[in-house]
């Protein structure tokens, strides 16, 4: 019992270690979209802004200037489309993330239940084995009295261990 206990604690400290790092994970991946999204917004306010020059200057500039405008127009819209796809894929690590995350806390959870029902069936057990195990043997001091005595006891010794032993494979039977 004690080892079984050692195991679920094991597993519910690998369990915590999981949810923390899933946690941070989500954090990152929520900061990743939030900064992507800042650099969209400042792509397409340049894009605005270059759009709104080039308007002003039609009458103005030369080919060569529109080429150049058009050249970075393009190079910007490229940009928004890598931050948009970089954009989406974060936020399908999230939705990742979150679900592993929920998973782990209900493994957490039913690993707590475990302990919780191992700690309830252990003490179950150990208050029938006290039930049922005789009172101290007596001490070596005391002569032994008679050979029927010896017999009927080690009889009622034998019965005690096999109500022990079906109180131990009830116990098995409902861990598997």
Same mark, same amino acid.
């Given at each position: 019992k004690k080892k079984e206990a050692g195991e679920n604690e094991s597993r519910k400290k690998v369990h915590d270690s999981k949810v923390s790092i899933l946690e941070k994970q989500l954090e990152y991946m929520r900061r990743l979209v939030h900064n992507a *999204? /800042?650099?969209? +917004? %400042?792509?397409? *306010?340049r894009m605005c802004a270059i759009e709104q020059? %080039? !308007?002003? /200057?039609? $009458?103005?500039?030369? &080919?060569?200037e529109l080429e150049r405008q058009n050249k970075k127009i393009a190079e910007l819209e490229l !940009?928004?489309?890598k931050l948009?796809?970089?954009?989406? =894929?974060? *936020?399908?690590? +999230? &939705? &990742? =993330? *979150? $679900?592993? #995350?929920?998973?782990?806390? &209900?493994n957490h959870e039913k690993l707590m239940e475990q302990t919780e029902q191992l700690a309830r069936v252990t003490e179950e057990n150990k208050n029938l084995m006290l039930s049922i195990t005789p009172s101290l043997p007596p001490s070596p001091d005391?002569?032994?009295r008679d050979d029927n005595?010896? %017999?009927k006891k080690t009889k009622r010794d034998r019965q005690v261990l096999a109500a022990r032993c079906r109180a131990l /494979? #009830? =116990? #098995?039977? !409902?861990?598997?």
């Open positions: *999204e /800042q650099e969209r +917004i %400042k792509a397409t *306010e020059e %080039k !308007e002003n /200057q039609a $009458g103005r500039s030369t &080919q060569s !940009e928004c489309y948009n796809t970089a954009h989406n =894929l974060a *936020e399908g690590k +999230i &939705q &990742q =993330l *979150e $679900g592993d #995350l929920q998973n782990e806390r &209900q005391q002569p032994v005595k010896k %017999k /494979q #009830l =116990l #098995l039977s !409902e861990y598997p």
